[in-house]
């Protein structure tokens, strides 16, 4: 007898433009920081058709807007400089009013390839599903957004290696503690520019 899925769930990709560069006069110092996503003013951020983030305009999403999600990937096209797919890839962390005032970090995955914060990871085990049911669809998504040039396993170099990865999923070290505010950067949602989003069901 065959068991059927069960659907726990939804992740969802979010292509968002951000209210102002990451870098600023040729400073860097914004990637050193733990970014906070604030979405205190409720709302969805501004919808901009035109700030298309492929050419292929079957890729656009009409989706309503439904907020952040812990675990959620949020997609900025504009950080991508050619390093690599997943330069512009944050995933949505945890909200915490005491550690963050109630905003949500944004965590980096990795550059050339993903490396799953540990926090994303340990709240796949608590859920007692695979980081590759959870993240597998969204991911690919991505890369078609990008053009669909590459497939996962294009970047990974092979089916073989792609699937040794999802087998055992790399795993980012904790980032070190903040030493001051001036290590955070506040990114206003509501002044963000919603591009599209797209939603994945999760099956367990």
Not at 55 to 69: P, R
Not at 111 to 124: H, V
Not at 133 to 149: D, M, T, V
Request: glycine fraction near 8%; include cysteine.
């Amino acid at each position: 007898m065959t068991e059927c899925a069960v659907d726990i769930g939804t992740v969802r990709l979010h292509v968002l433009k951000l209210f102002e560069p990451a870098v600023v006069d040729g400073n860097y110092d914004r990637f050193h920081m733990l970014w906070l996503l604030d979405d205190s003013k409720g709302g969805p951020p501004k919808t901009d058709k035109s700030s298309a983030a492929t050419t292929d305009d079957t890729c656009s999403s009409t989706e309503e807007w439904k907020s952040i999600s812990f675990g959620d990937l949020l997609y900025f096209p504009e950080l991508q400089s050619g390093a690599g797919e997943f330069e512009g890839l944050r995933f949505a962390g945890e909200r915490s009013d005491e550690l963050f005032d109630g905003k949500i970090p944004l965590l980096k995955p990795g550059i050339e390839s993903i490396e799953f914060p540990p926090d994303i990871a340990f709240m796949a085990d608590k859920k007692e599903i695979s980081l590759r049911n959870l993240y597998e669809k969204p991911l690919e998504a991505l890369l078609e957004i990008q053009g669909g040039r590459m497939s996962l396993v294009d970047v990974y170099g092979g089916s073989d290696v792609l699937e040794e990865f999802w087998a055992k999923p790399d795993i980012m070290r904790r980032r070190t503690p903040l030493a001051s505010e001036d290590d955070k950067w506040i990114i206003p949602l509501s002044e963000c520019t919603l591009i599209e989003t797209r939603s994945f069901d999760i099956e367990k």
